[in-house]
């Protein structure tokens, strides 16, 4: 069973950025789409960006898009979540996850995911 790890979290100010990372204790990379989704306290857990398994694509949300930009470093095996002109509302635990085999959902649902992380909190000050 794969397991992946966080890092990078921290508390920030208002137009900081961050980079938040994910470890995948398999090489996994080039096989599975990966995901980032946060949580902010009392609500919902929210796609955040993906990026799939060849790296050709990525896909954002709405409320990130042109602000953040995922990528990956498939010679160690590092998941990245750039996060620029952070704002109070990206305060959050963000989660890293990986997609299921023959998943019928899209990218940018949770449901598209088996496997997550343990989140790293992220808090932006104003």
């Known amino acids: 069973q794969v397991q992946l790890v966080e890092s990078g979290g921290g508390t920030v100010q208002t137009g900081d950025s961050l980079r938040l990372s994910c470890a995948p204790s398999?090489?996994?990379?080039?096989?599975?789409?990966m995901g980032w989704f946060r949580q902010a306290p009392g609500k919902e857990r929210e796609f955040v960006a993906a990026i799939t398994w060849n790296g050709e694509r990525t896909y954002y949300g709405d409320s990130v898009a042109g602000r953040f930009t995922v990528s990956r470093d498939t010679a160690n095996n590092i998941l990245y979540l750039q996060m620029n002109s952070l704002r109070s509302e990206d305060t959050a635990v963000y989660y890293c996850?990986?997609?299921?085999?023959?998943?019928?959902?899209?990218?940018?649902?949770?449901?598209?995911?088996?496997?997550w992380g343990q989140g790293t909190q992220v808090t932006v000050s104003s």
């Open positions: 996850a990986r997609d299921r085999l023959f998943r019928t959902t899209t990218v940018r649902q949770e449901a598209s995911y088996e496997y």
């Open positions: 398999e090489r996994i990379l080039n096989s599975f789409t």
